[in-house]
């Protein structure tokens, strides 16, 4: 996707431990035009997949799946939350995962009461480097019965394993920024 490419180019910084820092429109500040085209995109390339809910995890997964539900004429949004909270019901299904960029592990959880078996889902994320969010949205999926029809990821980088481990499952991944290198002196190259 050409368009966040260049806002990529434009606005992303490189941090020390290989971080792409795109916060200031993709999920600290929001920028919501681009956050519809991203949602249209996901649209085009989901459409014959025919999802009837899409799954993502708090916090920075939300708007991004918000804005693809829409083009689905509404979709529910399930969100997996990373932290226990009192209302949860027990008997969530739940998964581990490792976070590249805080470098811990979450155990993410969704009620049964959202997720159910026979649901046609589609994972939506805002980054893919390990794949550790996305394989545990998948698990948590297997345990509800509910089958993944996609995976889509607003920005891959395809030099760490994440997409290819996620296709080595079985599933569709579509990427609409494919970073294939952050350089030392700024510079990010795309495929």
Same mark, same amino acid.
């Given at each position: 996707?050409?368009?966040? !490419? %260049?806002?990529?180019?434009?606005?992303?910084?490189?941090? =020390?431990?290989? +971080? /792409?820092? #795109?916060? *200031?429109?993709?999920?600290?500040?929001?920028?919501?035009?681009?956050?519809?085209?991203?949602? !249209? %995109?996901?649209?085009?390339?989901?459409?014959?997949?025919? =999802?009837?809910? +899409? /799954?993502? #995890?708090? *916090?920075?997964?939300?708007?991004?799946?918000?804005?693809?539900?829409?083009?689905?004429?509404?979709?529910?949004?399930?969100?997996?939350?990373?932290?226990?909270?009192?209302?949860?019901?027990?008997?969530?299904?739940?998964?581990?995962?490792?976070?590249?960029?805080?470098?811990?592990?979450?155990?993410?959880?969704?009620?049964?009461?959202?997720?159910?078996?026979?649901?046609?889902?589609?994972?939506?994320?805002?980054?893919?480097?390990?794949?550790?969010?996305?394989?545990?949205?998948?698990?948590?999926?297997?345990?509800?019965?509910?089958?993944?029809?996609?995976?889509?990821?607003?920005?891959?980088?395809?030099?760490?394993?994440?997409?290819?481990?996620?296709?080595?499952?079985?599933?569709?991944?579509?990427?609409?920024?494919?970073?294939?290198?952050?350089?030392?002196?700024?510079?990010?190259?795309?495929?």
């Amino acid at each position: 996707m050409k368009l966040l !490419e %260049e806002r990529i180019v434009k606005d992303g910084k490189i941090l =020390p431990g290989d +971080i /792409l820092k #795109i916060d *200031s429109f993709l999920n600290h500040q929001i920028d919501v035009k681009l956050m519809e085209e991203i949602g !249209e %995109e996901f649209y085009r390339l989901f459409k014959d997949k025919e =999802p009837d809910k +899409i /799954l993502t #995890i708090e *916090s920075s997964g939300i708007a991004i799946a918000m804005m693809t539900s829409r083009n689905f004429g509404y979709i529910p949004v399930v969100f997996a939350k990373k932290t226990v909270a009192a209302n949860m019901a027990a008997g969530a299904y739940e998964a581990k995962e490792h976070s590249y960029t805080r470098n811990i592990e979450y155990t993410v959880q969704v009620s049964r009461e959202y997720l159910h078996e026979g649901d046609r889902v589609l994972i939506i994320d805002d980054f893919l480097a390990n794949g550790e969010a996305m394989h545990a949205l998948i698990r948590i999926c297997d345990q509800a019965g509910a089958k993944v029809v996609g995976c889509g990821s607003v920005v891959c980088k395809t030099y760490q394993p994440g997409e290819q481990r996620i296709k080595d499952l079985g599933y569709d991944v579509e990427v609409l920024a494919r970073v294939k290198a952050m350089t030392d002196d700024g510079q990010i190259e795309f495929e």
